[in-house]
């Protein structure tokens, strides 16, 4: 008889009632959850050590008998569990101190597979970080040319009794197995039957006496891209729900207010900034809203394309808002608007909430009348307080500063209005449109011409007098100087008291030059009273653990110098880095460090100043939970995806959303029956947006 996916692993053979409930700790309830369990990593001949060639220093993998077994007492109380293991070449011995519970499980006779470093203790001793029971005192394990699947296990529920149910069920499993995935679409994306794939993972096929780890990608990699399927069909839905919503194409191009502003600059616009303004332009004047990401480095020139879509919105007779994570960096756009808009006989609005009362009482009043009709600031914007008249455009810089709910409250205080948001967190396409898919994003890749840049350098300790010396020439040119020091939990006060000790020892060595500190631990008045006075140039060094503003602009800042630097990400290390080069002056980037590791790293970094290939290299490196200010990954779980190498599958599980969803935008066909199925399952909210009406 044919199985149901759908049914209960209880009903599997080797499978009852209580297996069952140990097989739900794992979050395997289904048939189906059982296959997609699929093993974390897989031994064979090549990646197992002969006992007797594991020396020490190594990390070795083993498989033996366990010939010996027995719970050591030390002097110091601690309790170590031992177990001599044998193989055809060889006999050693693992200690696993603390874990004298082992002893309960591991028996003589038994086929252990150990994995962990190789110690010198009387010898060789393993001190094994992982450890499975392959087989009983009795039992062989039939080892296909010797390629064993490892599944993850829970107590009570061991890798081996797993491995054993689902091989002797596989080839009923996969008979059981339907594919959501259209044929042509699977063709067109390279991947294979889903069949197929579990087949691969569960049976891995044995080439040459050892395993094919091809067939294992291959199948990995349909895996991967059903599950960037299911998601791309999720915020490609939400980007077409959102841009539909309540419009009724009320822009129209005057060319008034945007066209006196490009005669009234002071300077020519770069191509990304002309092409993201066309963009935005075509989104604002279309039949459907704007949601638009316009991704750039810091310096790129975000504010000025944002002030074009105002513009647009203004000339169209509405109002426009543009709010900023704090109060410094909307001071300073405001005075940034404020100059630019002044050849055109405009005054933004300020709202931040260190006003007066009746000053920000005035402004609420003009925003309500319609009489204001460009205002900056910060969540002061949000209270329930301020209403505008007829909000047709929506900014937020750095919008991952702010929560889904704030960007929600801003965005209701107009009736769909257009949404821009911005971001100097410059990441790969790919992790984008995985990230933010539903959203349109612009680009902003180069840099205005003529700026002097920021020349990075690595170097030793042996020369922080020589550092020293250099950031006090440039303060006796008048100019300013950031020192950072990683504290990477602001909890942790050791760290803290480094930088607050550095402070008061730069204090000494930089007289008369004033130095400031700040960190993550004051109070955010505080915080900002000594930026203004840095920004204002009183304060000459400024000493800071990583919470210096994004986006702050001190153009008489021009010399960064970063402690550690090893503790960074490189993506974290360019935010860093963009604070200073803000000015007409050439600028330094200093990264001390004598971490002989990090080198090669640290010296990539300062050959490179495109955030972009940064933030590429960081995915690579370290993987996209490093990537700083990405997106919190609300529900964005991806278990088989590798970002850093399955860019192709991103991008064609995109192309192959859209296509359906073209087609079919509720999925309601029956041919799309299997992929509705499989998102009613896996995004309960993410369903929502499919449901009719
Ligand atoms: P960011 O992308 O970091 O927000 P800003 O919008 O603050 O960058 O711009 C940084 C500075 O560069 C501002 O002083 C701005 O007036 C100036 N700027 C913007 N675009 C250009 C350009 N095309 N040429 C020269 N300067 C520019
Ligand atoms: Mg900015």
């Not at 207010?257 to 770069?270: I, M, N, Q, R, S």
């Not at 011409?449 to 008048?478: H, I, M, N, Q, W």
């Not at 460090?593 to 995915?619: V, Y």
């Not at 029956?670 to 009613?680: M, N, Y």
Request: hydrophobic share 40%.
């Amino acid at each position: 008889m044919r199985l149901r996916l759908e049914s209960s692993v209880q009903y599997l053979k080797g499978v009852g009632p209580r297996r069952a409930e140990q097989f739900a700790r794992l979050g395997i309830r289904t048939m189906e959850d059982l296959l997609y369990h699929v093993p974390h990593r897989y031994l064979d001949a090549t990646t197992v050590t002969p006992i007797a060639k594991a020396a020490i220093g190594q990390e070795v993998t083993l498989v033996g008998r366990v010939v010996s077994k027995g719970v050591l007492p030390t002097r110091k109380g601690l309790r170590i569990f031992r177990a001599v293991l044998q193989d055809d070449s060889g006999l050693i011995e693992c200690a696993w101190p603390g874990q004298a519970f082992l002893d309960r499980t591991i028996r003589p006779g038994q086929l252990l597979l150990v994995t962990g470093p190789v110690k010198h203790f009387h010898g060789r001793q393993v001190v094994p970080r992982e450890q499975i029971v392959l087989a009983e005192e009795g039992e062989t394990i039939e080892r296909s040319g010797m390629v064993i699947p490892i599944y993850h296990a829970t107590e009570g529920l061991s890798h081996r009794v797993i491995r054993r149910v689902i091989q002797d069920n596989l080839d009923a499993l996969l008979e059981a197995v339907e594919d959501h995935l259209p044929q042509a679409f699977r063709e067109r994306s390279g991947v294979l039957p889903l069949k197929r794939a579990f087949e691969l993972l569960h049976r891995p096929p044995v080439v040459s006496g050892g395993l094919s780890r091809d067939a294992i990608e291959e199948g990995r990699r349909r895996l991967a891209f059903d599950e960037l399927l299911d998601l791309q069909l999720v915020v490609v839905r939400a980007r077409s729900l959102a841009r539909q919503a309540g419009k009724a194409g009320r822009f129209t191009i005057k060319g008034e207010l945007t066209t006196a502003l490009k005669h009234a600059l002071p300077f020519e616009l770069t191509r990304s900034q002309k092409r993201a303004i066309k963009e935005i332009t075509a989104d604002m004047v279309s039949e459907e809203r704007m949601h638009r990401l316009l991704m750039g480095d810091v310096g790129t020139g975000k504010t000025v394309v944002a002030l074009f879509a105002m513009l647009l919105a203004v000339e169209n007779g509405y109002q426009a808002v543009f709010m900023a994570p704090t109060e410094l960096l909307a001071e300073q756009h405001a005075r940034t608007l404020s100059a630019l808009l002044a050849p055109l006989g405009l005054v933004p609005e300020l709202l931040i909430g260190r006003m007066s009362p009746s000053a920000k009482a005035a402004v609420r009043e003009r925003l309500s009348s319609g009489e204001a009709q460009i205002v900056v600031g910060t969540h002061a914007l949000i209270e329930d307080r301020t209403a505008f008249r007829n909000l047709g455009l929506v900014v937020i810089d750095e919008q991952h500063r702010f929560g889904v709910e704030q960007r929600a409250a801003l965005i209701e205080k107009g009736e769909a209005p257009e949404v821009l948001l911005l971001s100097a967190t410059p990441i790969p396409r790919t992790l984008a449109l995985t990230l933010y898919g539903d959203l349109d994003i612009s680009i902003l890749a180069e840099r205005p011409a003529g700026r002097p840049g920021v020349k990075t350098a690595v170097l030793s300790d042996g020369s922080r007098a020589k550092v020293y010396r250099f950031v006090k020439e440039r303060c006796a040119a008048g100019g300013q100087a950031y020192v950072v020091y990683p504290v990477i939990e602001e909890s942790q006060r050791v760290d803290l008291r480094a930088a607050t000790t550095m402070a008061e020892e730069l204090s000494r060595i930089l007289a008369p030059y004033r130095v400031g500190l700040v960190h993550g631990r004051m109070k955010p008045e505080e915080r900002d009273r000594v930026m203004r006075a840095f920004r204002d140039g009183e304060i000459s060094v400024l000493v800071s653990t990583t919470v210096i503003e994004v986006g702050i602009d001190v153009p008489g800042a021009t010399v960064m110098v970063i402690e550690h630097p090893e503790r960074f990400g490189l993506a974290q290390l360019h935010q860093l880095r963009g604070r200073v080069g803000r000015g007409t002056e050439e600028s330094h980037c200093i990264l001390l460090t004598d971490d002989h590791h990090a080198l090669p790293r640290l010296k990539q970094f300062a050959r490179i100043s495109d955030g972009f290939r940064i933030a590429e290299l960081d995915l690579k490196q370290r993987g996209m939970g490093e990537l700083a200010g990405v997106r919190q990954s609300g529900g964005i779980n991806l278990k088989y995806t590798d970002l850093s190498r399955d860019g192709d599958l991103v991008m064609s599980a995109r192309r192959v959303a859209m296509e359906i969803l073209e087609g079919d935008p509720q999925l309601s066909h029956p041919k799309h029956l299997l992929l509705r199925r499989r998102l009613e399952q896996r995004y309960e909210r993410g369903i929502e947006l499919f449901r009719v009406g």
